[in-house]
Antibody
Framework: EVQLVESGGGLVQPGGSLRLSCAAS????????MNWVRQAPGKGLEWVSY????????YYADSVKGRFTISRDNAKNSLYLQMNSLRAEDTAVYYC????????????WGQGTLVTVSS | QSALTQPASVSGSPGQSITISCTGT?????????VSWYQQHPGKAPKLMIY???KRPSGVSNRFSGSKSGNTASLTISGLQAEDEADYYC???????????FGTGTKVTVL
């Protein structure tokens, strides 16, 4: 069974940093592209970042470019999101999501981890 | 990176069919047959319902179907059931500059 389990969320002050993790199991992690998608309280879904299966290709939404860094460790079946210079508008539930091949959709999602940026 | 436009809400009675639209531009929906649709119940993670515009993942009811015309994609739910009451989001691949863009979301109410 495919499982994605996020961790690392919590309360952080504006300007602070946080590192999210996503532990994958039930599939060959190194063969799949992965994404981070977030959802602010009561709001819609927003794509945050993409990383290719090898980690060699990375994309970011403009809203996080220069502040967030996506990475993966295929030996540990893990996906990461390093978030720096956090702002109140980064407050959201952050989901990791597995990509179908060819950018055709996100077929498995974790349960999400809540990040709250507040003083 | 503007979000794709969806109606805020759509409603229907049990057994009826409803259609949710997802309007983008020639840079996203219109350029690629890579629209996906997600169902999200309150407090839950999104669930993939349609990918590549019209394909259903294994286990998704054939009451759900997708289509596209020009810059607008659509999700149709036929034989509406109480369990279909949820939020629905479209998403499109948008090329290497924008990558993915989600829709604004539609709340489906079963009357």
């Amino acid at each position: 069974e495919v499982q994605l389990v996020e961790s690392g969320g919590g309360l952080v002050q504006p300007g602070g940093s946080l590192r999210l993790s996503c532990a994958a199991s039930g599939f060959t992690f190194s063969s799949y592209e992965m994404n981070w998608v977030r959802q602010a309280p009561g709001k819609g879904l927003e794509w945050v970042s993409y990383i290719s299966s090898s980690g060699s290709t990375i994309y970011y939404a403009d809203s996080v470019k220069g502040r967030f860094t996506i990475s993966r460790d295929n030996a540990k079946n893990s996906l990461y999101l390093q978030m720096n210079s956090l702002r109140a508008e980064d407050t959201a539930v952050y989901y990791c999501a597995r990509d179908l091949t060819g950018y055709s959709g996100h077929d498995y999602w974790g349960q999400g981890t809540l990040v709250t940026v507040s003083s | 990176q503007s979000a794709l436009t969806q109606p805020a809400s759509v409603s229907g009675s049990p057994g009826q069919s409803i259609t949710i639209s997802c309007t983008g531009t020639s840079s996203d929906v219109g350029s690629y047959n890579l629209v996906s649709w997600y169902q999200q119940h309150p407090g839950k993670a999104p669930k993939l319902m349609i990918y590549e515009g019209s394909k259903r993942p294994s286990g998704v009811s054939n009451r759900f179907s997708g289509s596209k015309s020009g810059n607008t994609a659509s999700l149709t739910i036929s034989g509406l059931q109480a369990e279909d009451e949820a939020d629905y989001y479209c998403c499109s691949y948008a090329g290497s500059s924008t990558f993915y863009v989600f829709g604004t979301g539609t709340k489906v109410t079963v009357l």
